[in-house]
């Protein structure tokens, strides 16, 4: 469902993968709380194909976490350096305790 939301994204914007995303939702919440969540998320992200594409991006961070293509996703998406070196920039500045680790004790 994912990898359809992404590639109807790619084609023809948010408006026609919002359902394949919609599902995937629904069945991460409880019946009782998907519908204003689901709802609300959707709304907000289905705003453009950017947000909606990283909408998409976030999701298979978490539907997929231990399954071991996040790195391959990372590459087709032309994102694997600058995410190696965001998490390279996180771990300095929680080395040096500076940033939003500022406050964190030693």
């Not at 359809?4 to 914007?13: D, H, S, V």
């Not at 394949?20 to 709304?43: K, M």
């Not at 909606?52 to 032309?78: C, M, S, T």
């Amino acid at each position: 469902l994912l990898m359809y939301a992404e590639a109807e994204n790619e084609l023809n914007g948010p408006a026609n993968a919002i359902s394949a995303l919609r599902q995937v939702r629904e069945r991460a919440f409880p019946q009782s709380q998907w519908s204003t969540q689901v709802t609300n998320y959707l709304n907000t992200v289905s705003a453009s194909k950017e947000t909606f594409f990283n909408a998409i991006v976030q999701e298979r961070l978490l539907e997929f976490g231990g399954e071991g293509i996040r790195k391959y996703d990372l590459i087709r998406w032309n994102k694997l350096a600058s995410n190696i070196e965001e998490t390279r920039q996180k771990m300095r500045d929680f080395r040096d305790g500076v940033g939003v680790y500022a406050n964190y004790p030693r």
